[in-house]
T-cell receptor, first 115, second 112 residues
Framework: AQTVTQSQPEMSVQEAETVTLSCTYDTSENNYYLFWYKQPPSRQMILVIRQEAYKQQNATENRFSVNFQKAAKSFSLKISDSQLGDTAMYFCAFLSSGGYNKLIFGAGTRLAVHP | DAGVTQSPTHLIKTRGQQVTLRCSPKSGHDTVSWYQQALGQGPQFIFQYYEEEERQRGNFPDRFSGHQFPNYSSELNVNALLLGDSALYLC???????????FGQGTRLTVV
């Protein structure tokens, strides 16, 4: 069974600085997807970034980028130029390519951005 | 596009009662999944519906059941509520052919 581990329960960063959130996963599959979701106090889970395992190039979305290390089964999220609105819970999630869109989530990292 | 909508937003029920939560998927999406998120934890997969049938189920008892309608909307039913069923229930919609999902704002269920 696949598992997702986020080893940082809480992180904090100053506004405008860069922060990296860690995620490791375990799978025997070769084709899959990885995601980072953001959950602000409003509760809605918002898709931040997506990575397809067969793509070697790391995904980027504006200030958000990932460092995908397939062999190490590592998938970290880098947030550049942190903003107060980035304060939220961040969840790493795994999706098997044949998994009927069943997402497996980590326990989350609470990120606080301070002025 | 209204995105994924869930109702109600909050709900308080008594132990032993039954509850029905509702979800309308994002326009164009044909698959609906339900997740339970306990306080301070990541969401846990309950089940998924596609073409009005349950396609996959997580490790949840039969007290949890669901339904998908021809317009792709879905219901989650929980019978014989326990205190431990208190959680945020998230609905996610997606295309069967596309990895990833869009989530609604969730229903906060409190069982007292």
């Amino acid at each position: 069974a696949q598992t997702v581990t986020q080893s940082q329960p809480e992180m904090s960063v100053q506004e405008a600085e860069t922060v990296t959130l860690s995620c490791t996963y375990d799978t025997s599959e070769n084709n899959y997807y990885l995601f980072w979701y953001k959950q602000p106090p409003s509760r809605q889970m918002i898709l931040v970034i997506r990575q397809e395992a067969y793509k070697q190039q790391n995904a980027t979305e504006n200030r958000f980028s990932v460092n995908f290390q397939k062999a190490a089964k590592s998938f970290s999220l880098k947030i550049s130029d942190s903003q107060l609105g980035d304060t939220a819970m961040y969840f790493c999630a795994f999706l098997s390519s044949g998994g009927y869109n069943k997402l497996i989530f980590g326990a989350g990292t609470r990120l606080a951005v301070h002025p | 596009d209204a995105g994924v909508t869930q109702s109600p937003t909050h709900l308080i029920k008594t132990r032993g009662q039954q509850v029905t939560l509702r979800c309308s998927p994002k326009s164009g999406h044909d698959t609906v999944s339900w997740y339970q998120q306990a306080l301070g934890q990541g969401p846990q997969f309950i089940f998924q519906y596609y073409e009005e049938e349950e396609r996959q189920r997580g490790n949840f008892p039969d007290r949890f059941s669901g339904h998908q309608f021809p317009n792709y909307s879905s219901e989650l039913n929980v019978n014989a509520l326990l205190l431990g069923d208190s959680a945020l229930y998230l609905c996610a919609s997606s295309l069967v052919s596309h990895g990833g999902a869009f989530f609604g704002q969730g229903t906060r269920l409190t069982v007292v």
